[in-house]
């Protein structure tokens, strides 16, 4: 078990990608916190971890709220002392094309993907520097590389992450590490409420890289951002 002792943070935890995460680093002895708007799907999850033998929480945490995030953290800490891993993993998506997009959108979108993102990292930041060599997994998007048509306030908040990602790892510098990975579709709920075709990974898939990029061996420079893709991206 690599990760035996070491506790992580999965936002957007309760179904998809975040919980295919969840249940990864479960099978490699960390404890888990897991976060987001839906409490029974963030209960069901920590139940499945509790089923592999690990130690789960399940938090109720809106991303966008600042006092929900500092509560998370505050939790955690409460519940297991320390704080090694972060995955800003909750995410939403509307396909539409930019002319037809209404600002309550725009804004939803980039409050949750990328305001989200910035007061996890922000309020774990004291915790995961304590640690020293911890990490930050910050899921951006194949979409945060490739513009894509009907998805361009997601791919702006996409790409946003991956900036994040790289100053922040110069900022920081030292033994922390943040990457940002980003997949090709994944077959999760939001992208099947987006699109009619198959996707090119599973949860699991990208739950994999996400374990791989956390454990000590990993030797990949901090701030680089990881493209997972077995198909090429759809342009239409």
Do not use: W
């Not at 999965?10 to 479960?26: H, N, P, Q, S, Y």
């Not at 897991?34 to 971890?49: D, G, P």
């Not at 399940?58 to 929900?68: G, L, N, S």
């Amino acid at each position: 078990m690599h990760l035996k002792g070491q506790t992580a943070i999965v936002t957007g935890g309760g179904r998809g990608l975040g919980k295919a995460i969840c249940l990864a680093f479960a099978r490699e002895g960390a404890n888990l916190v897991v976060a987001a708007r839906t409490t029974k799907e963030i209960e069901e999850t920590a139940r499945l971890v509790r089923k592999t033998g690990g130690k789960a929480l399940a938090v109720r945490t809106d991303v966008r709220k600042e006092e929900e995030v500092q509560n998370l953290i505050k939790k955690t800490v409460e519940a297991f002392g320390s704080l090694e891993i972060l995955v800003n993993n909750a995410g939403i998506a509307h396909r539409k094309y930019l002319l037809e997009t209404s600002t309550k959108e725009y804004e939803a979108i980039l409050d949750t993907n990328l305001k989200g993102t910035f007061f996890c990292t922000k309020y774990a930041l004291p915790q995961l520097l304590k640690r020293g060599d911890g990490k930050i997994i910050n899921i951006s998007s194949r979409a945060g590389k490739h513009g894509v048509p009907k998805l361009s306030v997601y791919c702006a908040s996409k790409f946003a992450v991956r900036g994040l990602t790289e100053a922040l790892a110069y900022e920081i510098g030292g033994g922390l590490k943040v990457y940002a990975v980003c997949p090709a579709g994944v077959e999760t709920e939001m992208y099947k409420a987006i699109f009619t075709d198959e996707p090119s990974l599973r949860p699991e898939d990208v739950a994999k890289k996400v374990m791989e990029l956390c454990l000590s061996e990993s030797r990949i420079p901090s701030g680089s951002s990881i493209e997972i893709s077995m198909l090429p991206i759809r342009l239409h």
